[in-house]
């Protein structure tokens, strides 16, 4: 039986997205996450609730160096038939993070997270990655400032990785928390865009898939906001407020739900490089930013990122050269 990998798979959406995946697939999970404090009771409760098998992998996605032991604790539970064929891997931890923060490895904590721990996982293992598998990452309409979703957070700026690793530092003014988390959802896309260019190069028949889970209450999103709009964003009257102002919304079972399709339904083993997205009860294909069909970014962030995270000659996937 396949595995999927998914990050934040035991809280939110990727919680709700394994709970489908086990229930309607019947897929092995890999639960990767900070504490498998956290993590390993989720994942006993869903083995035993489902039948499937559920391993587990710590993970801060923050740290390059944790990245490098979770994945190579990934290839020796793959090598010794602890964890069966990678089918998919789902970027889908994320955090936005209100002050400025760096992490150990002196990023900014909010694009070191969202974009530069996945774009790390995803070079340590692609290549065991099945033939016809699956990668999706977890993005938001927030990137797109031209949407309501955009403004609101506060628009995405230029993906530049070098600036954004270093946002704040020198004396130069920080960018709002907004903005540093609509930007590095900008570069998850630009990243799904980038890799469907190099897998099709390869000639590797998996896909790439983008998607928008939309505003969904009850996530870890806003766990950093004041109690009070922790409150307000659960109640009927602000999700009816969020329609009217045009937000593209989302719930936390639809949304989880959609993730599990995109990773394992046969009707989505072929939109590659492609953006879709949960709103309000459909999941649909949709155009995404202007900014995030522009080629020449998209490969100035990945070569940046490969810098940043100091992929080593023997680490780079031969999938994505």
Same mark, same amino acid.
């Given at each position: 039986?396949?595995?999927?990998?998914?990050?934040?798979?035991?809280?939110?959406?990727? %919680?709700?997205?394994? &709970?489908?995946?086990?229930?309607?697939?019947?897929?092995?999970?890999?639960? +990767?996450?900070?504490?498998?404090?956290?993590?390993?009771?989720?994942?006993?409760?869903?083995?035993?609730?489902?039948?499937?098998?559920?391993?587990?992998?710590?993970?801060?996605?923050?740290?390059?160096?944790?990245?490098?032991?979770?994945?190579?604790?990934?290839?020796?539970? %793959?090598?010794?038939?602890?964890?069966?064929?990678?089918q998919a891997i789902l970027c889908n931890?994320?955090?936005?993070?209100?002050?400025?923060? =760096?992490?150990?490895?002196?990023?900014?904590?909010?694009? +070191?997270?969202?974009?530069?721990?996945?774009?790390?996982?995803?070079?340590?293992?692609?290549?065991?990655?099945?033939? $016809?598998?699956?990668?999706?990452?977890?993005?938001?309409?927030?990137?797109?400032?031209?949407?309501?979703?955009?403004?609101?957070?506060?628009?995405?700026?230029?993906?530049?990785?070098?600036?954004?690793?270093?946002?704040?530092?020198?004396?130069?003014?920080?960018?709002?928390?907004?903005?540093?988390?609509?930007?590095? &959802?900008?570069?998850?896309?630009?990243?799904?865009?980038?890799?469907?260019?190099?897998?099709? $190069?390869?000639?590797?028949?998996?896909?790439?898939?983008?998607?928008?889970?939309?505003?969904?209450?009850?996530?870890?999103?806003?766990?950093?906001?004041?109690?009070?709009?922790?409150?307000?964003?659960?109640?009927?009257?602000?999700?009816?407020?969020? &329609?009217?102002?045009?937000?593209?919304?989302?719930?936390?079972?639809?949304?989880?739900?959609?993730?599990?399709?995109?990773?394992?339904?046969?009707?989505?083993?072929?939109p590659s490089g492609k953006y879709l997205?949960?709103?309000?009860?459909?999941?649909?294909?949709?155009?995404?930013?202007?900014?995030? =069909?522009?080629?020449?970014?998209?490969?100035?962030?990945?070569?940046?990122?490969?810098? %940043?995270?100091?992929?080593?000659?023997?680490?780079?996937?031969?999938?994505?050269?």
């Amino acid at each position: 039986m396949s595995t999927i990998l998914i990050t934040g798979g035991h809280g939110g959406i990727g %919680l709700e997205c394994s &709970k489908y995946l086990a229930a309607n697939y019947h897929t092995n999970l890999l639960l +990767a996450g900070r504490s498998l404090e956290r993590v390993e009771p989720v994942a006993l409760e869903l083995a035993r609730t489902y039948g499937v098998k559920v391993s587990t992998l710590e993970l801060d996605t923050s740290s390059l160096a944790s990245v490098r032991a979770a994945a190579a604790r990934c290839h020796a539970l %793959l090598d010794d038939g602890t964890v069966d064929s990678l089918q998919a891997i789902l970027c889908n931890a994320g955090a936005r993070v209100q002050g400025l923060n =760096y992490s150990l490895d002196g990023y900014e904590e909010t694009f +070191a997270t969202n974009h530069l721990g996945h774009f790390l996982l995803l070079e340590l293992l692609m290549d065991r990655v099945a033939e $016809r598998g699956r990668v999706v990452f977890t993005a938001s309409g927030t990137h797109d400032p031209d949407t309501v979703d955009g403004k609101l957070v506060g628009a995405a700026i230029e993906p530049d990785a070098v600036m954004l690793a270093n946002d704040g530092k020198e004396g130069r003014k920080p960018t709002s928390a907004g903005k540093r988390y609509s930007t590095s &959802k900008l570069c998850n896309v630009l990243t799904a865009y980038e890799l469907h260019r190099r897998l099709r $190069r390869s000639g590797s028949a998996i896909t790439s898939i983008a998607f928008d889970p939309g505003s969904t209450a009850g996530t870890g999103f806003l766990r950093a906001m004041p109690t009070p709009v922790r409150w307000l964003s659960r109640t009927a009257f602000f999700n009816r407020f969020q &329609k009217r102002l045009g937000i593209t919304m989302g719930s936390i079972e639809f949304s989880g739900a959609s993730l599990a399709r995109l990773a394992a339904d046969p009707a989505f083993a072929e939109p590659s490089g492609k953006y879709l997205q949960s709103n309000n009860g459909r999941l649909i294909e949709t155009r995404s930013s202007v900014i995030s =069909y522009d080629e020449e970014r998209a490969l100035k962030l990945w070569d940046d990122s490969k810098l %940043l995270v100091h992929l080593r000659p023997h680490e780079e996937s031969t999938l994505l050269r």
